[in-house]
């Protein structure tokens, strides 16, 4: 049963950092797209970056050249740097990939159960 693991979440002042990671594990295959989300309290989960099997990346405006994603294919892993935190940036954040148990299966969908980010002003 594929299941994916965050880690990196926790309290911090604004202008300060935090290196998200999230491990997908319970024999998955192949993973094509990996994203991160964010919730924020009473509002709606939002994407904030993803990347591609290929490394092409894309980013919510709003942390366009403070947060940094990337992935490490062989530890089937994604990781969310996060620089230059603002308030705003607290929420819980998700971790989310497409992946296959098998060649010939087909790819679905799998969340991360999150992990929670505070930036303090």
């Known amino acids: 049963q594929v299941q994916l693991a965050e880690s990196g979440g926790g309290l911090v002042q604004a202008g300060g950092s935090l290196r998200l990671s999230c491990v997908a594990s319970?024999?998955?295959?192949?993973?094509?797209?990996m994203r991160w989300y964010r919730q924020a309290p009473g509002k709606q989960r939002e994407l904030v970056a993803s990347i591609s099997s290929g490394g092409s990346t894309n980013y919510v405006d709003s942390v366009k050249g403070r947060f940094t994603i990337s992935r490490d294919n062989a530890k089937n892993t994604v990781y969310l740097q996060m620089n230059s935190l603002k308030p705003e940036d607290t929420g819980v954040y998700y971790c989310?990939?497409?992946?296959?148990?098998?060649?010939?299966?087909?790819?679905?969908?799998?969340w991360g159960q999150g992990t929670q980010v505070t930036v303090s002003s």
């Open positions: 319970g024999g998955i295959f192949d993973i094509s797209a």
């Open positions: 989310n990939v497409n992946g296959r148990t098998w060649p010939d299966r087909p790819f679905l969908n799998y």
